[in-house]
């Protein structure tokens, strides 16, 4: 099942709910990125003074705006890796660490609604925590969460309450065996 509900023909008794970036969320950022490039190139080729103060800051805008359209379209590409699973073996959410986590070492799950998003809190055992490689987001998501991480689908192809649910479901699965 991917994050829009919809399943698929060969889904196991425990499908993964798969999240992956959205493609809308990309496309106006490096339309407005290659807009200032285009205006960066014109004023080099029709209005530069070589080898001028202006001519090397100009350069450098052109260089710095090359480098960011590149990591966009890179990371859109990347569309395929999925950002948030939930399934048998826990949850991984790739912005905070590439492993997964175990539904055995989630400890609390809420659902929390901030500024018209909603997200979804969780708090990993801290044994388990400290085996996990967390990347710097991760660090800083706890960090402004209160000692939890979260999760939200605004950015990504899906809905929240399938997301949630899917949590739930998983929970509900495996609290027999805590």
Request: proline letters at 4%; a positive charge; aromatic letters at 14%.
């Amino acid at each position: 099942m991917d994050g829009r509900g919809v399943r698929s023909e060969n889904e196991r008794a425990w499908p993964t709910v798969e999240f992956r970036t959205a493609l809308g969320f990309h496309l106006p950022v490096i339309g407005l990125l290659v807009a200032i490039e285009a205006f960066l190139v014109w004023e080099l080729v029709f209005r530069g003074q070589p080898f001028s103060e202006d001519w090397y800051r100009t350069w450098a805008g052109v260089a710095f705006f090359l480098v960011c359209i590149r990591l966009l379209v890179r990371s859109v590409g990347k569309r395929h890796d999925p950002v948030i699973s939930v399934g048998p073996l826990g949850v991984r959410y790739r912005y905070v660490s590439r492993d997964w986590i175990p539904w055995k070492a989630i400890t609390a799950v809420r659902v929390v609604s901030d500024r018209g998003s909603d997200y979804i809190e969780f708090a990993v055992d801290p044994a388990h925590e400290a085996m996990m490689s967390i990347s710097l987001f991760g660090h800083f998501n706890k960090f402004f969460r209160s000692g939890r991480y979260s999760m939200n689908v605004d950015p990504l192809d899906g809905e929240f309450e399938v997301l949630s649910q899917a949590i739930k479901d998983g929970l509900a699965r495996t609290s027999g065996s805590r």
